[in-house]
């Protein structure tokens, strides 16, 4: 895994023990996820064309991990990833797309938590150094302010210490690119450790049959075009 080391060698004593507790903090969620058998998330998302501003995007984006696959979906787009496969429908476009793929595990951790991980993650020979405030603490409920990241103004980011769970983060783009002053708001609607499947829940055949090497798509894509990569 990812090493997340913090180096703040600019900055106070105090300032440095910030950083270590907010890296501290999202290490031990980090650890619980990536240790838990199964688990169930749905996050809102919205964005918007500035903080404060109108809202022109929101949809829910939602997770199911287990040892025997991971179910994403985001608005149109739904992903299905085991051991063997990778299955994304596009069902705007009523497209399905199948990839074999060897993998040993299935790792909920690297595939969901890119954005939070790269938040911890610094490069030692760049000029600017993210800056961590406490903002507030409240029964283990803590709020942490990031400013200095590459691409972004400032990122809030709440997490429940106690139940060791992440509860909303909020993204300022910075002034330049493709999202230029943009605002991402994601809270965490559920963030369940002890989810209950179904028996086939994972089950491949929710998507697709395969025999002699043919790919046949389940019943509720009988109308969507496959795609085998």
Do not use: W
Request: glycine share 4%.
């Amino acid at each position: 895994m990812t090493k997340y080391l913090i180096f703040i060698i600019t900055f106070t004593l105090s300032f440095s023990i910030l950083a270590q507790e907010f890296e501290k903090d999202m290490k031990a969620i980090i650890s619980k996820i990536e240790a838990s058998k199964a688990i169930s998330i749905s996050v809102k998302v919205s964005l918007y064309n500035k903080k404060g501003g109108a809202v022109q995007y929101s949809t829910v984006s939602t997770v199911d991990f287990s040892t025997y696959g991971t179910i994403t979906k985001l608005g149109e787009m739904e992903m299905y990833t085991s051991a063997q496969h990778e299955v994304q429908v596009d069902h705007e476009e009523n497209q399905v797309f199948i990839h074999p793929v060897s993998k040993t595990n299935v790792d909920f951790s690297d595939i969901n938590l890119k954005e939070i991980k790269k938040l911890m993650e610094v490069d030692e020979t760049a000029v600017k150094k993210p800056i961590y405030t406490l903002l507030s603490n409240v029964n283990g409920i803590k709020t942490y302010s990031i400013k200095n990241i590459e691409g972004y103004k400032e990122c809030e980011v709440v997490l429940d210490t106690k139940e060791e769970k992440i509860k909303r983060v909020d993204y300022e783009y910075a002034d330049s690119g493709t999202t230029k002053g943009q605002y991402c708001v994601l809270v965490y609607e559920k963030f369940d450790y002890s989810p209950s499947f179904s028996a086939t829940y994972f089950d491949s055949k929710n998507y697709f049959t395969l025999e002699n090497k043919q790919y046949t798509l389940s019943k509720r894509f009988n109308t969507y075009k496959l795609i085998v990569q």
